[in-house]
T-cell receptor
Framework: AQSVTQLGSHVSVSEGALVLLRCNYSSSVPPYLFWYVQYPNQGLQLLLKYTSAATLVKGINGFEAEFKKSETSFHLTKPSAHMSDAAEYFCAVETGANNLFFGTGTRLTVIP | NAGVTQTPKFQVLKTGQSMTLQCAQDMNHEYMSWYRQDPGMGLRLIHYSVGAGITDQGEVPNGYNVSRSTTEDFPLRLLSAAPSQTSVYFC?????????????????FGNGTRLTVT
């Protein structure tokens, strides 16, 4: 079965600092992996997705993620945090046609 | 375009009551799904549909029914609400019925329905 694990339910960074949100996956087949962001009282929005075309995936709002098969990881990074990045972030893996298994989420706080 | 519209935004039910959560999309998407979001558990798939007249169970289907009589609508029914169904419910849709790996096929989410069962 395919699944993802997000390490750290809360991450705090200073404005301008590096953002690193961790996600590890478990899959017996090459996975399709996703990062979603959820702002307060809203639904989820797609940040980026990995579909085997390239291991470094660039998404919206300056975020990117690197697929590392040797580490079974798909960590999300952003070089410089903005206050507007404060949100909850979910890693997900596609388990079947259009169905996603979500991680438990990481809440990002940006300190001014 | 309105995208994915969920109604109501908030609902309080008593144990044993029934209700229907509405979901409509105006993007002619084949695929639609329902997730519930609980603290510390992420989102879990309840039911999904790959087209009108076709539905299937997800990870946590018990206590919920769905139907897909039109492409646009995908209502979620709670026949006898229980406190364990207190959650935030999200409807999502996608153009491609086969895979989210398609470039033009992200999953579009509604803004959620917050349900409390007392």
């Amino acid at each position: 079965a395919q699944s993802v694990t997000q390490l750290g339910s809360h991450v705090s960074v200073s404005e301008g600092a590096l953002v690193l949100l961790r996600c590890n996956y478990s899959s017996s087949v090459p996975p399709y992996l996703f990062w979603y962001v959820q702002y307060p009282n809203q639904g989820l929005q797609l940040l980026l997705k990995y579909t085997s075309a390239a291991t470094l995936v660039k998404g919206i709002n300056g975020f990117e993620a690197e697929f590392k098969k040797s580490e079974t990881s798909f960590h999300l990074t952003k070089p410089s945090a903005h206050m507007s990045d404060a949100a909850e972030y979910f890693c997900a893996v596609e388990t079947g046609a259009n169905n996603l298994f979500f991680g438990t989420g990481t809440r990002l706080t940006v300190i001014p | 375009n309105a995208g994915v519209t969920q109604t109501p935004k908030f609902q309080v039910l008593k144990t044993g009551q029934s209700m229907t959560l509405q979901c409509a999309q105006d993007m002619n998407h084949e695929y639609m799904s329902w997730y519930r979001q609980d603290p510390g558990m992420g989102l879990r798939l309840i039911h999904y549909s790959v087209g009108a007249g076709i539905t299937d169970q997800g990870e946590v289907p018990n206590g919920y029914n769905v139907s897909r009589s039109t492409t646009e609508d995908f209502p979620l029914r709670l026949l006898s609400a229980a406190p364990s169904q207190t959650s935030v419910y999200f409807c999502a849709s996608s153009y491609d019925r086969d895979s989210l790996s398609s470039y033009n096929s992200p999953l579009h989410f509604g803004n959620g329905t917050r349900l409390t069962v007392t």
